[in-house]
């Protein structure tokens, strides 16, 4: 089991650990709920070093990426960011990532960890022209600082966070750790994500908590961030996104740039919009009590099974559950009355539009 440069930290400091991706994890501290409120209200710290680091480079490697990406990475200026998707042959998902652009020949992929083997050794496989690809996801490290405090905690460390617009980074240092903070986030809120050399991790993570009062700033574990996502709609590897889910099918036509030219999945994704959708994700919001969780069966007042949900909670903000589920379209007369189907008793729920909360 790997377990991340902080592993020691978040033990002692109380932190219940779980498995994820192969990686010893912290689930919680103080507890999700609370967690939860603290990245919405105020801040909240990450340790995410378990996603894979992924570097590119040469002279063809903004073709090759523009290629192996659904997204138009010709769009990238240095210093900038986008959400993209790896598809196989067959229009399916293998990860969603961000691309990073350093340079105009280098670039960094940033991939989910439980992914990030099968990510390189798929990556390996399309290599074409002049590229060579280096995986750093051992020697880098991940933190992110989440929530509507970070302008001032990072403004404490002299760095203005209004320079960044999002999904921007910058090579920099603060207190003299060298870093690239990114714009970017799984939360909904203002913040950044640091990447670090893992020497440098510790030092990084005790400045932050060293900067932000105890009163602004907690440590959050995977449940938590999981809560903040599933209440923004984000899609999690495995759940509203996998092998079995066409980016059409989970919403995520903005990410898929057939105009931009070939690359890989794009003949099957055209065939995939030529035969139309069979299922849609929405969102589902409880009308009764009940949390939902994944694989629950989502049917309707007449009992025709309608579909599945992907992922389920209950949300700290609205305080009700909510989930997303992949539905037939095929039954979408019968959607205007819906139940999840939460171990043997029918909870009434309704479909009601991403993201579950609104952030201004």
């Known amino acids: 089991m790997k377990k991340t440069p902080l592993h020691d930290w978040h033990t002692s400091h109380g932190a219940k650990m779980v498995e994820f991706g192969g990686w010893m994890m912290p689930v919680s501290y103080s507890g999700v709920l609370e967690e939860h409120q603290a990245v919405r209200e105020r801040c909240g710290l990450f ?7 992924v570097y590119l480079s040469g002279k063809d490697v903004s073709d090759f990426l523009q290629w192996l990406t659904t997204n138009d990475v010709a769009r990238l200026q240095d ?13 399916f998902p293998i990860d969603d990532i961000i691309v990073y652009r350093l340079k105009s020949d280098q670039y960094m992929l940033c991939v989910n960890a439980a992914n990030t083997e099968k990510d390189v050794s798929w990556i390996q496989r399309q290599l074409r022209g002049e590229v060579q690809l280096n995986d750093r996801s051992h020697e880098v490290g991940l933190i992110a600082l ?17 320079r960044l617009k999002r999904f921007e980074f910058q090579i ?12 970017t986030g799984y939360t909904g809120e203002e913040g ?3 990447f670090v050399e893992n020497r440098f991790l510790l030092p990084l993570w005790e400045l932050f908590f060293q900067y932000g009062e105890a009163s602004e700033i907690l440590p959050i574990g995977l449940g938590a961030r999981d809560t903040l996502r599933l209440e923004m709609g984000y899609p999690l590897y495995g759940h509203e996104l996998s092998s079995q889910i ?9 990410v898929v740039k057939l105009e931009k030219g070939d690359f890989i999945g794009r003949s099957a994704l055209l065939q995939q919009k030529e035969r139309g959708m069979k299922r849609k994700l929405v969102g589902l919001k409880m009308e009764e009590k009940g949390i939902p969780r994944e694989n629950f069966p989502v049917v309707s007042g007449g009992g025709e099974l309608l579909g599945t949900t992907l992922s389920g909670t209950f949300s700290p903000t609205l305080q009700i ?40």
């Not at 210093?79 to 229009?91: C, K, R, V």
């Not at 989440?146 to 209004?162: A, C, T, W």
């Not at 920099?172 to 714009?183: C, D, G, H, K, Y």
């Not at 066409?246 to 903005?254: C, T, V």
């Open 79 to 91: 210093g900038q960011a986008q959400y993209s998707l790896l598809l196989d042959e067959s229009g």
């Open 321 to 360: 559950g909510i989930a997303t589920a992949l539905l037939e379209l095929a039954q979408e007369a019968h959607w205007g009355e819906i139940y999840i189907d939460i171990r043997g008793k029918m909870k009434k729920a309704k479909i009601v539009p991403l993201p579950f909360i609104s952030k201004k």
């Open 246 to 254: 066409s980016p059409f099918e989970a919403g995520l036509q903005w």
């Open 146 to 162: 989440q929530g509507p405090k970070s302008f001032e905690i990072l403004s404490r460390l002299n760095f203005d966070l209004s």
């Open 192 to 194: 950044v994500e640091c």
């Open 172 to 183: 920099t240092q603060l207190q003299e750790i060298p870093l690239a903070i990114s714009r």
């Open 47 to 53: 340790d995410i070093s378990h996603m894979g680091d």
